[in-house]
């Protein structure tokens, strides 16, 4: 692809869609991920491509359970690593917690590629400044359990899922295979874009699901105890901020089909003005 500005109208979009044909090329996705995306695409249409309302509200859940949370997991795909590592990576170092790669169509080679990507990642960032905001977090000392500084947190944060050693029950083949010490134990999973079988079956083993999915239509996003239904890197650097932030605690009457539909009203005034 040639040399796009960033003043061009599209240039986010295009932007995804590059890193996403490059990790392609490097092996980590799987041949129907760039369809995936495409549908998350459309829906982004209808969503203004901004982060509505609804979702700035699921973020600040999201970011209260993962806090609560006693064995907190992110599980991540071929598309979530291509778009979003390091702030994938930063999330996990603010809850704190490990980041499990658990992808559908497992084959050694993809979760070597993702794996790796993962910890060549963490790297670069175990040498970056504390983000902004940390040191007005009133919850430090929850944090002064965890030795050092943010480096020392992004270090911390490991990446599980090269040695499978637990079931999901209730799925069949490789796509069950999960990290005793990862998903398989975890009360709270943060899960971008997972298929909606999965997200049912997290569900069924009594996990809270917390969904990333811009379509508030999908199993996913209906299944999922909360859903924020906006774009992975777009809603992923405000996640950052409310888990810096460290205040915000879970509403015990989470509604989540109350959210989707507000989700939904929204598409429907922004057909309505097109
Ligand atoms: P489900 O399995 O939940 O019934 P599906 O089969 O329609 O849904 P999949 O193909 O399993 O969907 O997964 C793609 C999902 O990921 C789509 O719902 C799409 O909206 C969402 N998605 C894709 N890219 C992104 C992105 N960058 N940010 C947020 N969501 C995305
Ligand atoms: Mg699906």
Redesign the pocket.
């Known amino acids: 692809m040639g040399e796009v500005p960033p003043t061009h109208p599209r240039y986010a979009s295009l932007m995804a869609r590059k890193l996403l044909t490059e990790a392609a090329s490097e092996g980590m996705l799987a041949e129907s991920a760039l369809i995936?995306?495409g549908?998350?695409e459309a829906?982004d249409y209808l969503l203004g491509e901004r982060t509505c309302d609804a979702a700035r509200n699921s973020i600040r859940e999201i970011a209260g359970r993962l806090q609560e949370a006693d064995w907190p997991i992110i599980s991540v795909n071929g598309?979530a690593v291509a778009?979003a590592a390091d702030n994938l990576i930063r999330c996990a170092a603010a809850v704190p917690c490990d980041i499990e790669v658990n992808i559908y169509y497992r084959t050694p080679e993809r979760m070597d590629a993702l794996i790796g990507k993962l910890n060549e990642r963490k790297e670069v960032l175990s040498h970056e400044p504390w983000p902004k905001g940390w040191d007005n977090n009133p919850n430090v000392e929850q944090w002064e359990q965890f030795p050092g500084d943010w480096q020392e947190k992004i270090r911390n944060v490991r990446i599980l899922g090269g040695e499978p050693d637990g079931r999901i029950p209730g799925l069949e083949g490789p796509r069950a295979e999960c990290c005793a010490e990862g998903i398989l134990r975890s009360d709270v999973i943060l899960v971008p874009?997972e298929?909606?079988d999965r997200?049912e079956a997290l569900v069924d083993m009594g996990k809270t699901v917390c969904a990333?999915?811009?379509?508030p239509l999908?199993?996913?996003a209906k299944k999922a105890t909360i859903t924020i239904v906006d774009?992975?890197t777009r809603c992923l650097p405000l996640l950052l901020d409310d888990l810096i932030d460290g205040s915000l605690m879970p509403d015990e009457n989470w509604d989540n089909d109350q959210n989707l539909r507000e989700v939904v009203s929204e598409m429907l005034r922004i057909l309505d003005d097109a």
């Open positions: 995936a995306h549908r998350g829906f598309n778009l874009l298929d909606g997200c990333i999915d811009l379509n999908s199993r996913t774009e992975l």
